[in-house]
Structures are given as C-alpha cells and as structure tokens.
C-alpha cells in the first residue's frame, strides 16, 4: 500500500476507536503510530474520508466517520496498526442465495469493490453500506465453496464465520 493510503486507513481506524475532539490530538494519536504530518495535510485527509463532528455519549464533539450517528467505540483500543492487519470484515451469514457480510464502520464499500472485481463466480455481485455488504450468490453453489472462494480475498472469513 502507499503511503497516503496507509495513512488514511489508520486515520478511520483511530476516529473509530477513540474519542479525539481536536486536530491536535489527531496529529499525536497519528505520530504514535508512525505518521508525521502536517495539519494543513490532516485536514485534506479529514476532508478527503468526509470526517464529521458529532456529539459523544458524554457530550463533547469527537470525530466521526460518515454515517455513523451512534458509533459504538470498543472499550479498550488496540494500536491503529494492530487492527489493519484484518481487512475490516466482521461476519457472514446466509438465507437462500443472499449473504450479509458485516464490517466494521466504512469498511464495506472498500470490500464490496474487491469481491466485486475479482471475478469470484460464486457471486454475481454485491451491494454495499457503510458496514454492511449484501451479496447476490450463484444458484446451487454451497456455502462452503462461497466460504473458500471468498477467503482468497477475505484470509480471516474462514475464522469468523456465523452462518445461519
């Protein structure tokens, strides 16, 4: 990946996990993780992923990610880093020739556009929210076989697997 790409995935990741109400204590939470920018470039980035401010639980204004009104944080965040290492993806589950993948916060459209473009033939195609991936399965494939054709794309899907 390049530089500005991994920069902005720590981005999403850190404005997902912590509760920073200032371009400051972006700049800082970045530079923990190995990211030394400008602010002028932290508010291209910010711009650029459509970075809001909202209200949290406690009542001061944190950044948010696009649709994300009641943003649910993790209670003991792990470093932006640790957590790129899984693509985003969170569950699966099934009802006749649909599949609802779950992801974490903006991270579906992302996924979406990598099944989408790689020819997978157990799916024909897939439309995409924020955190939620809807797919379009060939008949009378199994699940299984969707399982293995997607973990070429997805590693950690034969792990975190809820199928109903």
């Known amino acids: 990946m390049k530089v500005k790409t991994n920069r902005l995935e720590t981005l999403k990741m850190l404005i997902s996990s912590m509760e920073l109400s200032s371009q400051e204590e972006v700049l800082k939470a970045l530079e923990k993780e190995g990211f030394k920018l400008t602010q002028a470039t932290l508010s291209r980035d910010l711009k650029q992923l459509k970075v809001a401010k909202a209200a949290s639980m406690n009542g001061k204004y944190v950044y948010v990610l696009p649709n994300e009104t009641m943003y649910k944080r993790i209670s003991a965040p792990r ?8 693509s985003g993806y969170l569950s699966i589950r099934f ?7 779950k992801t974490r916060p903006g991270y ?3 996924i979406a556009y990598d099944l989408d473009n790689s020819d997978i033939p157990e799916i024909l195609g897939s439309i995409a929210g924020d955190d939620t991936i809807f797919l379009a399965t060939k008949e009378g494939c199994t699940r299984e076989e969707i399982i293995i054709s997607l973990s070429y794309i997805i590693p950690e899907i034969g792990d975190i697997t809820d199928s109903e």
């Open 79 to 86: 470093r932006a880093s640790d957590m790129l290492q899984r």
């Open 95 to 101: 009802s006749g020739q649909l599949a609802v993948m």
């Open 108 to 110: 579906a459209s992302a």
